[in-house]
């Protein structure tokens, strides 16, 4: 893969939690964002919040360092390869 695609990848960053309004607020003040709230719920855990949020590969981290200071997150983040509208 060349070098400029990777950094041009768009990602998907899922965030599973039960409380999304830090996370929220967060993401909008420090990268002017906005996330996608689906109520969800897990086997174990009971009912939670599904956040997902588009980042480019520089915003990242910046949402990698959000979502550390709001423990007990559990997040995952996915390369999209196409976005339909």
């Known amino acids: 893969m060349p070098v400029s695609c990777h950094f041009e990848a768009l990602k998907q960053v899922t965030i599973i939690t039960k409380d999304p309004d830090a996370i929220i607020h967060d993401i909008r003040e420090e990268l002017n964002k ?9 086997v174990i855990a009971g009912e939670n919040k599904t956040l997902i949020c588009y980042v480019n590969y520089f915003e990242l981290q910046k949402v990698k360092e959000i979502i550390s200071r709001n423990k007990g997150s559990f997040s995952t983040v996915s390369t999209i390869d196409e976005i339909l509208r």
Do not use: K
């Open 34 to 42: 906005t996330c996608t709230i689906i109520n969800s719920s897990g």
